[in-house]
């Protein structure tokens, strides 16, 4: 495990081996081909996934009718939980982005088995939390910095989840187009590609071999003035 991703520990490391064996028991596995919906915005959610391998991403349209990426999921993360704690259907879709195995929950099964154990419950309660609190920082830079914060947010994001050391700094270990980056950020491919150009001019940011390197990440944060939330809700999980 890499210094990173030590920062960002998973729903099931919440959990002892008891407690995942029976919140196992009462789940489906399944397997998902990429480009799978597991449920779109707006539908009733039934249904809570933990992925045991791939990656799910969640999206939400702008009122432009154009695809706004949140969260890119990945092994061992959850997916689906806030209909968990509500009535109201469900607030993003869940892409798969790789094949990926699945183990599926209904919602009732669930919450039966809250009632019997109370340290499954507070996982999944603080998850929630955690999750709800990490959307709100990525919209709160959005709304404060702009375009170009909100670019700077989404790569230490993605550094905070993916990153691996790399001789000119940290190398973020995902493939991503300037088109994914800006749906991340709600702009245009254009526009990414302009930051991204400027950050590589400066000696911010470089490529190596189709992946982004971060070589000056304290600029980063300091555009951001980074300190003010702890790193395990500062991911793109």
């Keep these: 495990m890499d210094q990173f991703s030590k920062n960002n520990d998973t729903f099931l490391q919440q959990l002892t081996d008891e407690n995942k064996n029976i919140l196992f028991l ?8 990429k480009g799978q919906i597991l449920f ?41 939980e806030f209909s968990l704690f509500n009535e ?17 929950f209904e919602r009732k099964n669930l919450e039966a088995l809250f009632t019997q154990n109370g340290d499954i419950a ?10 709800t609190q990490a959307t709100q920082a990525k919209f709160s830079d959005l709304l404060l910095y702009g375009k170009t914060g909100a670019f700077y947010s989404i790569l230490i ?5 993916y990153g691996i050391p790399h001789k000119q700094g940290i190398l973020i270990n995902i493939k991503l187009t300037n088109q ?27 490529v190596y071999k189709g992946n982004i390197v971060i070589k000056n990440m304290d600029y980063l944060k300091r555009h951001l003035h980074c300190g003010k939330c702890p790193l395990q809700i500062c991911t793109i999980s």
């Design 88 to 104: 109201m259907k469900s607030s993003m879709t869940a892409e798969v982005v790789t094949d990926s195995k699945l183990i599926r």
């Design 40 to 80: 779109y915005e707006g539908e009733e959610g039934n249904f809570i996934y933990l992925i045991r391998s791939g990656q799910v991403r969640l999206s939400k349209m702008t009122i432009e009718n154009k695809k706004f990426y949140l969260h890119l999921k990945q092994k061992d993360n959850i997916v689906g």
């Design 26 to 33: 009462h789940g489906k596995e399944i397997k998902a081909r």
């Design 122 to 131: 507070v996982a999944f309660i603080k998850l929630f939390a955690k999750n």
């Design 180 to 206: 994914e980056l800006a749906h991340y950020i709600g702009t245009s491919r254009e526009t990414i590609n302009r930051l991204l150009s400027d950050l590589k001019r400066d000696s911010i940011v470089d």
């Design 157 to 161: 994001r993605f550094a905070n989840t």
